[in-house]
């Protein structure tokens, strides 16, 4: 038998379609994207969590690496309720199992759901074993042990060596990114319209930044807690100011942090491509792409810096500028992956600002 | 931007009587956005001639008008209400057309009157396809290679460039009206000038074939603000070459990886952006190549749609509701989503169950007519289920069609059945694998994704894991989660159901009921909008309910018989139920219907109305009682089986309406009412037909003793007559189904009476008297309300009567009675223990509150405790005269000819302060066209000849010219009354229906009996249908013609509210 255990004490069984001994531990959080699998267990921003699709059927269209958002899978563990498992495109199992990431089907996702919509984000292992009570106790060792893990998860997704890449537009600005767990489609839109990218690891310093000469300067996505992240924010603040900075959702986060506000953690996060945004910066409303389990607190933000995108599903903060800072971030992903498009002129905007 | 407040008044337009194509999902889409609209403090009239719909009940719109969706009276109606806006994008294309025809005609500009939701400019981008086409170009979208035809010529040039096979789509018309594929120069050369025909515009935009690509669609809506949301992706099973409407369908899509599926959803947006729809929902239809992954748009409509309807059931998200709210001024983000009542409309619903669409057809009435799907759309029905995985919700979707106790039965394999698309293609694909085809055998014959065709290999998989094994518990639960019924398990177990019932009460195997709720869970939602699944354990195991609760049982997917006037009596109830203090659990599976709307009951259940899926729910709801007999025949015929198991019937129990139905016991009741019998006898064999045949005497009508909407039912004349209906019907006909024989009465007048009874007191709500003879079904004949032609005497004979009837039956609720009267005497035909078809037109024609009256009367309230229960029908200054429409046009060898067997898809309703004014109404609003002169071709039988002589003078007097075949000419010519003679068709050419064809005729008046006959005037029949020609095949319905053309001439342009 197989189980998902919750740290709060729920039990899911489930049918087991990970590696033998494939045990794991990690945040079980929940998305309710139709599609996108491959791109959401290749993002980053998932590092150390179990993700749980609300949508019932997965692995439908098979795999194809021209959706991984970066070179591995990192999600902690896959649960559905019905995995595709057919000769022809068992690919999306396949490709999980020779990852090493245990997977598990035949949940009652939507129990699931609703316990951790009413519990908050908790943690939990997919553990394969003989009854039930050897679950739990084997759960909560690995719970232990994964959260005994180093907290500054951008650190442990972040590129390790410098990558400097050739935009498509000669003419265009330079930009450095700091990759706090960057997804591959936030340095293909700013490839598409800079002249040179330089992707930074995440405890960069300011001053290696600014050898690089960039006009702008974009905050990735990355998994965790901001406040956990090291040297980020100190780098962030010495820019502030002298070169124009974009942050996407941990950018955003530590883009706050640095401005000088608070981040906290929201009970369940947003994870999905449904999620309503008043954008006062581009004057619409429009649905995007969401991955946090953090936000911004509105009344922690000192004076001169607007919040200027509202999640309006919970009027929570989704984005903010600060004009004489010379910086703007988003709490969501304009880079989609999965998710509508619409955000995209976000790129078009900070290109607009550099210029 | 908050509501407008310089509107104060907004017309909001139907869609007419129901036809293929246009059914009751726009009953549902209207009677939202009034609703809304009325709530929001705005007057709302609502036009439409359709009298069974919800939306035409007087307290859904401040002002009803049931009148002919006609721009002269449309004209008298804002004349008279002078609205300051009308909303044509709400009554499908029929609507849209009337909105688009009163700009052209300068009337809405005259009154000054605003369109709401979209304009003619943006009608015409989207529904020219030749403008739709430039319009494509320019956002960078692709479509298929297609030439706008215009004439026949430059159609076989096309056809030269282009290849075979190849579509084509009339421009502006319906369901695809006067569309399909030819695969052949001569199957092109016939469709292209029908084509040419159907368009109102003459215009037939031939397509490159796209067959065997997948086919997607997405029901999208804008505001003004320009935020844009797709609210549900459907992907079709069936690939390109079946009408969307003909496809099985799932939502969300299933097949499209996110890349492919955001693609599809940036296009849709440039192309709402293009066209310009600036507030409202539209839907836009895709093909994918499976190989090359390139994509074309089909077509889009800036309208609500039949989609849109499904797509709200689907998600939970009311587009039409929204829609309206939008047209008014609001944005989606100040409105908020009414199932989390916490979040706004400006987002995707995210679904964490699979829904499954499937159509319901009705080939098996129309004779002659092959079963196969193409791009005209065919069905007239559709059910539609959830589950949380593509098994469950495709086998629950089987299961609500009503055909069958299990999803799939085993049909007799023949590989065609899977190779051309038909309406069991699913049951022979199912058998397919069952005969051990592989998925790539046949993916290679139909082209239907990969994806589907392993989910059903699946289920054919797990049908031999039960056949080969023990039944556990465990294998019990997961056949449940594919949605087996227990008689399909019992079946692959060689054991009676009960035996699988006990199985799962004693291991508490039940399904659990999940809340549709916009979200897949991600915030609390209060709505009680449910389906079943097996997939989750129960949290508690009964419903909680701070009120009694009573479960209304629905009537499924619309058939020809049983359709929206059913949705109607269920809808309507529902209100006066709750006056009663009760919690109304709803239980149904059709998307187009306003019950099954989450805001009609307290609680609602999209679930198939068969005995197993009724009975767990009323395991779950625990209701005082189940209602069976406001849904038509369907809750009545497994109402048996829930009170076996234990649940009370309301209203008239099973003993009263079984007297009803068992021929010998209630002839015996209606002999001691001094109710006439016409002779009859229920027989087995041919041996003995022929025997009690002689008993009887001819005509005879022969018919199985169960059936619906008068099926298999025919009226015979003769020995050879009877043999053949034993040849053809003989299969269905048994110890437990007997052959109904029964002595036709002949010329005897027609009336159908609609009562309700409750405790000691009993109600007429009214007798509709048919216009044509006693033989044409009743659901196919006209009807008026009060009586023209039955006598006072015999009418309040009738009344004393039938009111005996329901006493001595012991009714409770409505009883419907078809009765037909010869010389005064009263001959019972038939009575109905429930609600019937005519209840609503009753409704709407007395101006009364019958429907409220009927539920007290099943809730045996006595009659002191009633207000307004003892009113006259009769007591009316409005002639109401009900018309009807049918499909022939959808069904291309189909005969126009009347009978016993029911082929009416809808019905209209002409009211007036006199008959013929009515009449001529509701002709209108049926799509007859009346003539004011030209050529009139008669072909009668002998019988009609004297009694249509009358006619003939008048026509002549009126101005119009004859023309007949030798029999019929001869003989007037013999009265004196000038007529030209034409040739019948095979006394060579050009002969009458050439005349037809070539438009010189404008009205058929052509009454035949006798199985010769009629097939020898088929063609004259047939070509009026496909030429729009009227053709009236009886004489009762010929005088009220005439009347009808006489009223016509008058000119006066006649409103009323009700």
Redesign the interface.
């Known amino acids: 038998m197989s189980y998902l255990v919750l740290e709060s004490g729920e039990v899911f069984e489930g049918q087991w379609h990970g590696i033998k001994g494939g045990d794991s531990a990690g945040e079980v959080v929940?998305n309710?994207?139709?599609?996108?699998y491959e791109?959401i267990a290749t993002d980053p921003s998932y590092y150390s969590q179990i993700v749980v699709m609300?949508?019932?059927?997965q692995g439908?269209?098979g795999v194809?690496k021209?959706?991984w958002e970066s070179e591995k899978i990192w999600i902690k563990g896959f649960v559905c309720?019905?995995l595709?498992d057919?000769k022809?495109?068992s690919g999306w199992k396949d490709l999980l199992q020779k990852s090493g990431v245990p997977a598990m089907d035949e949940v009652?996702?939507?129990?699931l759901?609703?316990t951790l919509?009413s519990k908050g984000t908790v943690w939990g292992a997919m553990v394969s074993a003989e009854t039930q009570e050897e679950a739990i106790a084997r759960a909560k060792l690995l719970i232990i042990k994964e959260q005994q893990k180093d907290k500054d998860w951008c650190y442990a997704t972040t590129t390790k060596d410098v990558q400097i890449l050739k935009g498509k537009k000669t003419s265009g600005p330079r930009v450095a990114v700091i990759d706090l767990g960057c997804k591959k489609n936030i340095v293909r839109e700013l490839l598409d319209t800079s002249s040179e990218v330089g992707v930074f690891p995440s405890r960069v310093s300011a001053q290696e930044i600014m050898n690089f000469k960039p006009d702008g300067v974009m905050l990735s996505n990355g998994p965790g807690d901001p406040k956990d992240v090291q040297k980020t924010v100190e780098t962030v603040k010495s820019l502030l100011g002298k070169v124009y900075i974009m942050g996407i959702c941990m950018g955003h986060h530590i883009l706050a942090l640095a401005l000088g506000g608070q981040t906290y953690k929201l009970k369940f996060g947003h994870r999905?491509?449904?999620?309503?945004i008043?954008d006062e910066l581009l004057k619409?409303?429009?649905?995007s792409s969401q991955n946090h389990g953090y936000a911004v607190d509105q009344k922690s933000l000192p004076e001169g810096i607007d919040v200027t995108h509202w999640n309006?599903?919970?009027n929570t903060v989704a984005g903010l500028k600060s004009a004489a800072q010379k910086c703007f971030s988003v709490q969501y992903h304009p880079e989609?992956?999965?998710?509508?498009?619409?955000a995209r002129e976000l790129f078009t905007y900070f290109m607009s600002e550099l210029n | 931007m908050p509501k407008r407040h310089d509107l104060k008044k907004i017309i909001i337009l139907g869609s007419g009587p129901i036809v293929i194509g246009q059914a009751c999902e726009f009953d549902y889409s209207g009677t939202q956005a009034c609703k809304a609209l009325m709530k929001e403090g705005y007057e709302v009239v609502l036009v439409n001639s359709n009298p069974a719909t919800i939306m035409t009940d007087p307290e859904i719109a401040t002002r009803v008008y049931i009148e002919p969706l006609e721009p002269r009276y449309l004209e008298e109606i804002i004349k008279k209400e002078k609205p300051q806006a009308i909303v044509p994008t709400l009554g499908g294309q029929t609507a849209l057309n009337l909105g688009l025809q009163l700009d052209q005609l300068g009337i809405l500009k005259k009154y000054n009157v605003e369109m709401l939701g979209a304009d003619a400019e943006i009608i015409e981008r989207a529904e020219d396809r030749e403008k739709f086409n430039d319009l494509l170009i320019s956002v960078g979208a692709k479509s298929t290679k297609n030439v706008m035809v215009r004439n026949f010529d430059q159609g076989l040039e096309v056809a030269k460039q282009f290849g075979f096979p190849l579509i084509l789509r009339p421009n502006y018309t319906l369901g695809g009206g006067g569309g399909g594929i030819a695969y052949s120069l001569e199957e092109y050369k016939q469709k292209i000038s029908l084509g040419l025909h159907e368009s109102p515009t003459s215009e037939v935009l031939v397509e490159e074939s796209i067959l065997g690509w997948k086919e997607y669609e997405l029901e999208v809506m804008r505001d003004a603000a320009g935020t844009f949301v797709v609210i549900c992706s459907i992907e079709n099973i069936d690939p390109c070459g079946v009408h969307t409407g003909d496809s099985i369908t799932v939502a969300p899509q299933q097949t499209l990886s996110d890349q492919e599926y955001q693609d599809m959803r940036d296009e849709a947006q440039k192309i709402v952006e293009a066209v310009g729809v600036q507030t409202g929902g539209a839907n836009i239809q895709f093909a994918v190549c499976p190989d090359t992954k390139k994509r074309v748009v089909i077509e889009m409509n800036p309208r609500v749609s039949r989609s849109s309807a499904l797509a709200s059931k689907a998600t939970g998200f009311p587009i039409a509701k929204i829609a309206a709210l939008l047209s008014v001024g609001f944005h989606l983000d100040e409105i908020t989503n009414d199932i989390t009542k916490t979040t706004p409309s400006c987002y995707e619903p995210a679904l964490d169950y699979i829904v499954t669409k499937v159509p319901r057809f009705a080939f098996e009435k129309f004779k002659g007519v092959a079963d196969e799907l193409s791009t005209q759309m065919k069905s007239v029905g559709e059910a539609m289920s959830i589950g949380r995985t593509f098994k469950e919700s495709f086998s629950k979707a089987f299961l609500s069609l009503e055909s069958a106790q299990e999803s799939f039965p085993e049909v007799l394999f023949k590989e065609e059945k899977i190779l051309i698309p038909n309406s069991q293609r699913a049951l022979y694909l199912v058998q397919a694998f069952r005969e051990g085809m592989s998925v790539d055998e046949i993916y290679s014959k139909t082209k239907i994704s990969y994806w589907f065709l392993e989910q059903i290999s699946e289920i054919v998989a797990l049908e031999n894991v039960i056949k080969n094994n023990k039944l556990t518990n465990k294998l019990l639960l997961k056949a449940k989660r594919y949605g087996f019924s227990d008689f399909h398990i019992a079946r692959l177990k060689d054991c009676a159901e009960i035996q699988v019932l006990s199985q799962r009460e004693d291991h508490k195997i039940f399904p659990d009921y999940m809340q549709v709720d916009t979200c897949a869970g991600e915030f609390e939602s209060e709505t009680p909008y449910f389906y079943s699944s097996y997939w989750s354990a129960r949290e508690s195991e009964y419903l909680k309910s701070k009120k009694p609760v009573v479960a209304l049982l629905g009537s499924g997917p619309n058939r020809i018989g049983q359709g929206v006037e059913f949705d109607y009596t269920c809808v309507r109830s529902v209100k006066q139920f709750q006056k009663e203090g009760y919690a109304v659990v709803m239980i149904n599976s059709n998307p187009e219907t306003v019950s099954t709307d989450y805001d009609t009951s307290d609680y609602l259940f999209f679930e198939p109305v068969t005995s197993e899926s009724v009975a767990e729910i009323l395991r779950y709801t625990q209701p005082e009682g189940f209602v069976a007999q406001l849904g038509g025949q369907t809750p009545i015929n497994i109402s048996p089986y829930l009170v076996s198991q234990g649940y009370k019937i309301l209203g008239s129990s099973l003993e009263a309406m079984d007297l009803a139905e068992d021929r010998k016991r209630f002839s015996e009741i209606c002999k001691t009412l001094d109710f006439k019998l016409p002779e009859s006898a229920a027989v087995v064999t041919y041996d003995e037909a022929q025997v009690q045949a002689q008993e009887i005497g001819y005509p005879i009508i022969c018919r199985p003793s169960y059936v619906l909407g008068g099926r298999r039912m025919e009226v015979v004349e003769s020995d050879h007559d009877l043999a053949s209906y034993f040849e053809r019907h003989g299969y269905v006909i048994s110890e437990k189904n007997k052959c109904q024989m029964e002595h036709f009465l002949e010329s005897a007048l027609e009336v159908d009476v609609d009562l309700v009874r409750g405790e000691g007191w009993t109600l007429v709500g009214g007798i509709v008297e048919h216009i044509e003879r006693a033989g044409v079904h009743s659901g196919d004949s006209m009807g008026v309300l009060p009586p023209q032609r039955l006598k006072k005497s015999t009418g309040r004979k009738i009344e004393a009567l039938s009111k005996q009837l329901a006493e001595t039956l012991d009714i409770y609720g409505f009883l419907n009675l078809q009765l037909a009267i010869k010389n005064d005497e009263v001959y019972m035909i038939e009575a109905n223990p429930r609600s019937s078809r005519s209840v609503p037109f009753i409704a709407k024609a007395t101006s009364k509150p019958f429907v409220d009256l009927g539920v007290q009367a099943i809730l045996r309230k006595p009659q002191s405790n009633i207000v307004g229960s003892n009113y006259d029908w009769k007591d009316t200054e409005i002639v109401s005269v009900k018309g009807v429409v049918f499909p022939f046009k959808k069904f291309s060898k189909a005969d126009s000819i009347l009978g016993p067997e029911m082929k009416s898809t809808g019905e209209s309703m002409g009211r007036a302060s006199n008959y013929a004014d009515a009449l001529m109404k509701s002709f209108i609003s049926s799509h007859y066209d009346l003539p004011a002169s030209g050529e009139i071709f008669m072909s009668l039988r002998d019988k009609d000849k004297d009694l249509l002589l009358p006619l003939a003078k008048q026509f002549i007097f009126m101005g119009y010219s004859l023309c007949a075949t030798k029999g019929t000419a001869d003989f007037l010519e013999d009265h004196n009354i000038k007529c030209k003679t034409v040739k019948k068709v095979h006394e060579g050419r050009p002969n009458c229906v050439d005349r037809i064809r070539s438009g010189e005729i404008c009205l058929v008046i052509n009454t035949t009996s006798g199985r010769q006959a009629i097939e020898a005037s088929f063609d004259i029949r047939r070509s009026c249908i496909d030429y729009s020609v009227p053709c009236i095949t009886e004489s009762d319905a010929a005088d009220s013609f005439l009347l009808a053309l006489q009223n016509s001439q008058k000119g006066l342009v006649t409103i009323s509210p009700l």
Do not use: C, W
């Not at chain 1, 309710?32 to 996108?36: A, L, N, R, V």
């Not at chain 1, 999905?272 to 309503?276: C, Q, Y």
């Open positions: 929940f309710t994207s139709h599609s996108g791109e609300t949508a019932p059927m439908n269209y194809s021209e959706f309720l019905e595709q057919t022809r495109e009652d996702t939507r129990r759901v609703k919509r999905g491509s449904n999620h309503p008043r619409k409303v429009y649905v309006i599903n919970d989609s992956h999965p998710g509508p498009h619409e």
